[in-house]
């Protein structure tokens, strides 16, 4: 629940004047709504007595006055519900932008994305109901509780008591879907909808290996456990939400019983004028409609809080870089620097029981290609991944042409390194956005000529959408050769001072592999190249190997 | 009314759609096209159970009428009396008893209108939640039979298409369909119960009300349309979430990720904007029905005032209205708009519920009956009838005469190839000759156009289904899924095989990945995330090897670049794990490693056998 208070609150300062001018909107069609009926029930009661008596009454004040209440109703509306909903998509959509650049900064962020997809958008939508659902009906049913039993207070104790009993039951029954709610039927009812996500982007993503391995029919009988438990979970949550309005609306029918009683009987003892009472009659017809106004929400907020807790906790996330101050390296002078340094770096996964790398120091001078060697898992790509700044050293540095790797701006950082990587992603989007991605400023021509330096012309010029081939999801379509050398391809656009290639021609044909390195060899001009390589020929291709020690003893 | 149905039965359910869909093609065609048709449609008793909900709704209004009658009467009569008789005690003796009735028969009619409400609720939301499930059902169901080589939709909107369009469907039959059968009895009931009373007030209903329908449905059009490019933006916008996400990293070393995060933030704007723009609408349609409702409930109350005043003497049968008559017609009128209003709440349930099922049609549509299927689902005989005498020895493979096109371009013409039964044949062939596309015949991913594939002489088409229950596979780019590497391992389990943690381990040690798992910080219980996440590619491919190695029965060895992305140490260890699996296998190995290809086996370049294709590759 604190997590929910906290989005309220971030909403509120988010924007404060759209926050209440939104429950000022609901108030006055709602105060309209009750007058309507209530000076109808007056009007047409004082009506009748002055047709009995014969007495004079102003009739055209309240028939004008019920014509403006019926439009104020109407007009107050519309404009509370466009206010509301507009303040909280606002709001809302602020948020998922916070959100996403809060994952940048993240640690883990390629973990899961599935999930992680299901609360950016879905979380996110799930809390338009704090503030419509819950802040708007709950402040609107306080403030016209409040006022109505000012005016009960006015006409008569009797109207006042009855008045406080039942929206005291009003209360009662929020505080029950509240206090009462099954916080563990909207864990289950979450974790079966996020299996059924997770499961079906599985069944889309791997159908291949799945028709082999564990067959596709069990992931899709597994699909419907998990909706199956969606049901029965969301089955409790409902149920709980049905018998709350009805209970509501009993809560409404009995206090209108109740007032006619009270209201009948005042008039009897003359406490107030039987107009009034048939007004007070005729008010309390409406009631429930407002009352209950607040209930489908609150039985949703075990579901809300969840949503909010994982938003919150996103959010939470310190930024991860904050640039360490330390004072720049110094070279010694009149040494010409090296454009890569590693000093005595070691490194440790979280959670690991020993270090990958262990002091680890080397340079690559200017201009100059070093391939990393040595056997797979021994930290060729934490290596990697400590030098295009991916992860930080536990201990020892890192500098590029001199400087701190860690001092670089992110901005400058990535125009200095291309990383050409073992898992070079392609985006669900077309050849050119792909490309783009690396310079965004690059001409169409550009493209072409990177596609000519990595041999993809024709292949991409055979489709007929050309550059707007949108790609398949993982570069569908494509070979894995062919995805390599988009890749590859997307590398070209860039002019960067060191590049880093992770087993580049992996996957590629030797023929297509030779080309392939000599075209990059050809292309990365003077710039400096760290590789990580296993193959013969990028180990030729390289000024000087070094080879990293083998992974230390297993630890059982 | 309905139970859960337990995961067995739902499992007996779905083979059972499955049979019915190989056994009688001809038959079971139509009517598959039919059961697609009609994705997240209620059965007709299903329908007919919803449409009794909403008379049960109706008749809970309507019990509001008896007591607007009791309010009146207490009202009349608390006026007769201030008024009629005077104040005699006697009277006012008999005023209390007939009011402590009158509030007795409201408590008693509310607790009856609270059990018919909650019956129906229940009752609507019962029937909602089968028809959702049915929808999940019917679309996995589809998405099981297509083939895994064929283009599917992005990963990320299958899996909203499936949750958040399959939930959209909820509301729809939950709330609008009830309304509309309330709608049909309430208005009319209390038309006809104010007609008796006066034909005036009768009249202002009747003006108000049917113009309600008439604006809604102009301003429901436009917003159905709406609704629909909305459904359509929030689908987009999760798929461009995840895909951003999963290749973040990449966008992060390109320095694009504050690009990105515009581009986010520009879909993110878009959504709120067509958010608005659908609410706009929807909120004036319900604006024009607040408008008549109002001014329907102001026009009663000024009329009847004015006739009790005696103002206006017509409206009515002969006899001026009574005070309780007109009160009576005054709080019936509420409840005349109440159904129009309840509808209009739930019209944009209709709406985003019909966008959804158009949604979800077109998603069937475009992975349905005339997409490519595995061949199991189309095949005329009984799979299982095949399976009898199985593939228990090395199947002999043959080609003959086999043309393929993908996706207009034309990968095999009139290829013929030859494997002997426990021979070892290397595929090799530069990226895009064909190489992954001719084991993907075999397993039944493809169907050549012409030609035939055999299969220890039974027809590819046949066999698929069971062989790829039994072959080890390795594929260019394995992936590990979602649990434990213990459960990713499992998978590779034939069903109800009994295995022991000692198999895990022979299976990782051969695939020379065991001293990789140890050094994992939990072991074989490591979870993996998406993509198997923690794991180096090589350490992935290990681990797949190890999975494809749990298939022991298997007589078959397919392999896909089994050494891509290993150091020479680790593909020894594979190429080692390799040699073992082959023994007394039939087996097809893609490779271009020179360390494969030094395995004993035949060497076959893809690219001089299907030499024909290269110039007559556009056709």
Sequence with gaps: MKAVWRIVSSQHQHDRFHFWLGILAAILPAVAGILLLGVSGWFITAAALAGLSGAFLNIFAPSAIIRALAIVRTAGRYGERVVTHDATFRFLTALRNQLFAAFLTRRDRHRRSGVLLNRLTLDISALDTVYLRIVVPVLLCVFTAAALLCVWFAIAVPVFVAGVVFLGAWAGLAWISVARADRKAARRADAASDAIRLRAADLVAGRRDLAIYGGLDAVAASILSADERLTAAEDVEERRATRLICLSGLVGQVFLAVSLAVAVVGAAQAAFSPALAAGLVLVVV?????????????????????????????????????????????????????????????????????????????????????????????????????ASRMLDPRAGRVC???????????????????VLGQRAYLFNDTVAANLRIA????TDADLWTALEHAALVERISDSSQGLGTVLGEGGLGLSGGEQRRLALARAFLTRPKLFILDEMTEGLDSETARDVLSRFLQFRGNASVLMIAHKRLELDAADRILRLPEPGHEIR | MCHLNSPGERDITFAMLKRLTSQTPGAGETAQRQANAA???????????????????????????????????????????????????PQSASVSGQLLVIVAGLVCLAVLRMLLQNRALNGARRIARKIQSRARADILRVAVERSPAAVFPASGVFAAQITEQVDLLGPYYRNYVPQVMRLKLVPLAIVLVTVWFSWLAALILLICGPLIPVFMALIGMRAKAASAAQQEELTRLSGILLDRIRGLETLVLFGAAERTEDDIRSAGERFRLGTMRVLKIAFLSSTVLELFSALGIAFCAVYVGFSLLGDIEFG?????????????????????????????????????????????????????????????????????AVAVDGISSPPSIRFSDVTLSLAGRRVFRNMDLDVAPGETVFLTGPSGSGKTTLLDCLLGFHLPEEGEIRIDGKSARLVAGLLRRNVIWISQSPRLFHGSL???????????????????????????????????????????????????????????????????????????????????DTAADVIRGLKTLTAGRTSLIASHDPAVLEMPGRTIDLAELTAGVREGATP
């Design chain 1, 439 to 442: 310079n965004a400023d690059a």
């Design chain 2, 316 to 384: 009515t049968w002969g006899a001026p209205l009574t005070y309780s008559g007109g009160l009576f017609v005054l709080l019936l009128a509420p409840e005349f708009f109440a159904p129009l209003r309840a509808y209009a709440a739930a019209y944009h349930d209709r709406a985003a519920g019909v966008a959804a099922l158009e949604k979800l049609a077109a998603l069937i549509e475009e992975i349905g009956p005339d997409s490519p299927q595995l061949p199991e689902c189309i095949s005329m005989e009984n799979p299982a």
């Design chain 2, 39 to 89: 994705i997240g449609q209620p059965l007709a008793s299903e329908g007919h159970s919803l449409r009794r909900t909403g008379y049960l709704l109706g008749m809970s209004d309507l019990l509001w009428i008896p007591q607007a009658g009791l309010i009146s009467i207490a009202l009349g009569a608390m006026l007769a009396d201030l008024f009629g008789a005077g104040a005699t005690s």
């Design chain 2, 486 to 568: 213990k459960a990713n391992l499992l998978k590779g389990v034939e069903d109800g095989a009994p295995v022991s943690e000692d198999d895990l381990w022979t299976a990782l040690r051969l695939a020379g990945a065991e001293d990789l798992v140890r050094r994992l910080p939990h072991g074989l219980a490591t979870p993996l995330g998406e993509d198997g996440f923690g794991l180096s590619v090589g350490e992935i491919r290990r681990v797949a090897l190890a999975r494809a190695a749990m298939h022991r029965k298997a007589t078959l060895v397919l392999a896909d670049e089994p050494t891509a992305g290993l150091d020479e």
């Design chain 1, 400 to 418: 590029l042409d001199g400087r701190d790797l860690g001092e670089y701006d992110e901005q400058t950082l990535r125009r200095s390194i291309t």
């Design chain 1, 286 to 386: 409406v009631l429930p409609e407002l009352f209950s106004m607040a209930l489908p929400g609150l039985a949703r907020l075990p579901r809300t809080a969840l949503a909010a807790k994982r938003v919150s906790a996103l959010q939470s996330v310190a930024p991860a870089r904050t640039s360490n101050a330390q004072t720049p390296a110094i070279h010694r002078p009149g040494d010409n620097p090296p454009l890569l340094g590693f000093e005595d770096v070691t490194f440790r996964y979280p959670g690991a029981a020993r270090d990958v790398l262990e002091t680890l120091s080397f340079d690559i001078g200017k201009a100059e290609a070093v391939a990393i060697a040595g056997r797979s898992g021994c930290g060729k790509s934490t290596v990697a991944a400590i």
